[in-house]
């Protein structure tokens, strides 16, 4: 019996939902706002002051797929290490300034592609307002205003009792305020909390009330699984109801890992092209064939693999067939053999042992056809 070709999807995803519309910026290269496309961003972990290690975590990022750095400037060393950093970064360099503002200055002078500031918790921040929007300005430097529940500022704090939704949104617009005051405006904004729910009203409440670029985060989101977690619960919702500019999930892990995550959350809201996805079933007792170990065994031999490849490797003959011919890639597995398919249709059929390795033979020749065709 031959199969029958169902074809393949040949329309991207719909979006969600519109985008928010929102002041555009640059950031360095990278656009911010308007109608560039979400990015994603990550912050060393590196002393700022050990210039060759964080030279090298931000190649590490680049090679991921990193858009963005941010790195931290606590200390006059850090500073001081700023101008050759953003020299020779292979990403636009955002500094990240808390306490100091004397620093700001220094990271404007070094040429960092933007700046980050906490107003929270900079000594008499308010004053200084007049200054670093004279010294951004003529500079061409983008400001963002981080407020964090961590640290938000006194008074807000004694007004709404706790970090609140609109306690978060106040402060960021009476920061924007004062720029405004003094005619700058290439801001961007966040209102970051460790609260998901928190989080999400606050990015409603500041998405409806300016038309600044917006930058997501769940601050302090935990370790790798649940900040994960975390964040892809906040992100989706707000990029599905097209909230949001660019993002960073915040995790107590390597940052190559955050970049991962957030480059995964916009692939599965179809809000970047996605390079490889393995759709796999979570086995049940109708499974044939060991479905974990061999989306492992393909998962870690196609890794790093940047075509926009989907490989469906399913455990029974419930789903598998119509799975496995929707992806580029597939196989239906079942009493002791797979049936390999490519775009749709079933090219042959191998005995259980063989499944994985012709799968990421298969993958590898479709990969080198793709490469050719996006020439």
């Known amino acids: 019996m031959s199969a029958v070709s169902l074809g393949m999807p040949v329309l991207p995803p719909v979006p969600l939902a519109s985008r928010r519309p929102s002041r555009a910026l640059r950031v360095g290269s990278v656009g911010v706002g308007g109608d560039a496309p979400i990015s994603v961003q990550s912050m060393t972990t590196t002393p700022t002051a050990d210039v060759n290690a964080t030279l090298q975590q931000i190649a590490e990022l680049t090679a991921a797929g990193c858009q963005l750095v ?32 004397r620093y700001v200055f220094a ?44 640290s938000l500022d006194q008074r807000l704090l004694r007004k709404y009792g706790k970090a609140t939704p609109e306690a978060l949104v106040a402060s960021a617009l009476w920061e924007c305020s004062l720029f405004e005051e003094h005619g700058f405006t290439d801001l961007k904004l966040s209102v970051k909390h460790h609260d998901p729910v928190v989080m ?4 409603r409440q500041l998405a409806a009330q300016c038309d600044y670029p917006l930058h997501l985060g769940v601050t302090e989101a935990g370790p790798a699984f649940q900040g994960t977690i975390k964040s892809a619960a906040a992100f989706g919702a707000l990029l599905g109801e ?71 490797v399913m455990g029974c003959v419930v789903n598998g067939p119509g ?53």
């Open 70 to 101: 941010r790195v931290a400037v606590p200390s006059q060393d850090d500073a001081d290490a700023l101008p050759e950093i953003a020299r020779k970064s292979s990403l636009p360099v955002i500094a990240d300034i808390h306490f100091q503002p």
């Open 107 to 150: 990271a404007i002078e070094a040429g960092c592609a933007a700046v980050r500031v906490n107003p929270g918790n900079i000594r008499q921040f308010d004053d200084q307002v007049g200054a670093i929007a004279k010294a951004a300005g003529d500079a061409g430097v983008p400001i963002r205003i981080g407020v964090n529940a961590g």
């Open 200 to 203: 999400v009203n606050a990015y």
């Open 242 to 312: 097209g909230i949001g500019d660019t993002i960073r999930v915040s995790l107590s892990a390597p940052p190559v890992e955050e970049v991962k995550v957030g480059i995964g959350i916009l692939e599965s809201l179809g809000l970047r092209e996605r390079g490889l996805e393995i759709v796999s079933c979570p086995s049940c007792g109708r499974a044939q064939v060991d479905v974990y170990k061999l989306a492992e065994e393909v998962t870690a031999a196609l890794e790093g693999m940047s075509v926009p490849l989907r490989v469906a």
């Open 323 to 375: 799975e496995a011919r929707e992806a580029d890639l597939g196989v239906a597995s079942g009493n002791g053999k797979g049936q390999i398919f490519v775009r749709g249709k079933v090219i042959k059929t191998v005995p259980e042992h063989r499944i994985a390795e012709t799968l990421i033979e298969e993958a590898m020749a479709l990969a080198e056809r793709m490469e050719v065709e996006r020439e």
